[in-house]
C-alpha cells in the first residue's frame, strides 16, 4: 500500500452527482463540468469518495456542519470564502445567456435591445413585458445577478421561479412555451435545442464564469482542498483539459477567453 493510501480521507461530497457516479461509465453527452470533476477526482490522491445527490441549499448546510464535506462545480464570492476552503479554479466558461425560441416574438425583441451585444434582464424584464424567465432557483447565477432574480418585487411581475427544478426540465417548457426565456450557461445548452433556440450574452454577468470546490472551513476540509489543488495543478494546463473547454466557447470568444484562462489558472 502506498503511503497516501494508508492516510486516505473519506470525502462527502454534497452534489449533483449520484451514489457510485464516478465508478459508473460516463455517459456519452455528459456536461462539461462533470467531465472535469470526474478527471480532477479520479487524478486526486488520498481521497475516498462518497456522493450525496441533493439540492444545492441543503449541500451549502451540510458542507458547513460536516467535516469532511465538500461541494463540486460552485461560484465563488466573498461570503462564501468566508464559510468554506475553495479550491483553486478548475474550470472556466462563457458566462450567462438568456435563451428563447428561435422565430419567437421574444427573439426579435432581445435582438432589438441588445447593447454591444449583450441584452439586459433588467430591461428585459420591463414591468409591461411580463416576461417569464426559466430558472432553477436552488443555484447561484453571481454576485450581480442573484439580488436581481431574488428581488421580491421583480418576482411579482417578471418571471417564473421553478425553485427545485433541475434545469434539464426547463429546456422543455421553453419548447411548449410555457416560458418565454431561460437564464443558462452555453455549456450546458443541450445538443438537441442548439438549432431551436437563440443565446444573448447577459449584460449583469460576467463574461467568464469560473467554478470551484468548496469544503468545510476546519483542518480536514483545508486537507481535502490541498490534494484536490495538486490534481487541479497538474491539469489544468493540459492540452485536452483546456481543449474540452474551449470547445463550449464561440469562436469570436476565443482569443479573450484563452487569455482570462491562462490569467486564472495560474493563480497560486
Known amino acids: 500500500m502506498a503511503p497516501w493510501q494508508a492516510r486516505a480521507i473519506d470525502v462527502d461530497f454534497q452534489s449533483k452527482m449520484p451514489p457510485g457516479w464516478l465508478d459508473s461509465k460516463p455517459p456519452v453527452d455528459e456536461s462539461l463540468d462533470k467531465q472535469l470533476i470526474r478527471k480532477i477526482l479520479l487524478s486526486a490522491k488520498g481521497l475516498n469518495y462518497n456522493f450525496v445527490l441533493i439540492n444545492h441549499t441543503k449541500a451549502m448546510q451540510l458542507t458547513l456542519q460536516q467535516t469532511n464535506s465538500c461541494m463540486a462545480g460552485v461560484l465563488a464570492s466573498p461570503e462564501r470564502r468566508q464559510l468554506y476552503h475553495f479550491s483553486k479554479a478548475f474550470i472556466l466558461v462563457q458566462g450567462m ?3 428563447v425560441l428561435k422565430g419567437s416574438a421574444w427573439q426579435k425583441k432581445l435582438t ?3 447593447n454591444e451585444g ?4 433588467q430591461n428585459s424584464w420591463s414591468k409591461d413585458a411580463r416576461a417569464l424567465l426559466g430558472l432553477d432557483y436552488e443555484r447561484s447565477y453571481g454576485a450581480e445577478l442573484d439580488p436581481l432574480v431574488r428581488d421580491p418585487a421583480m418576482a411579482k411581475y417578471l418571471y417564473q421561479k421553478q425553485s427545485g427544478v433541475g434545469i434539464g426540465e426547463l429546456w422543455p417548457m ?3 412555451k410555457r416560458v418565454d426565456m431561460i437564464l443558462e450557461y452555453p455549456f450546458l445548452l443541450p445538443a438537441d435545442y442548439e438549432t431551436l433556440v437563440t443565446g444573448y450574452p447577459v449584460a449583469e454577468a460576467e463574461p467568464d464564469t469560473a467554478a470551484y470546490f468548496a469544503c468545510h472551513k476546519g483542518p480536514v476540509g483545508e486537507k481535502i482542498i490541498k490534494r484536490l489543488n495538486d490534481a487541479i495543478t497538474e491539469l489544468v494546463m493540459d492540452e485536452e483539459y483546456l481543449r474540452v473547454q ?4 464561440e469562436p469570436q470568444y476565443h482569443r479573450a477567453f484563452l487569455h482570462t484562462y491562462h490569467q486564472l489558472m495560474a493563480e497560486p
Open 97 to 99: 445567456h438568456l435563451y
Open 246 to 249: 474551449l470547445e463550449q466557447v
Open 118 to 121: 449583450k441584452v439586459s434582464i
Open 174 to 176: 421553453l419548447k411548449q
Open 112 to 114: 432589438a435591445m441588445q
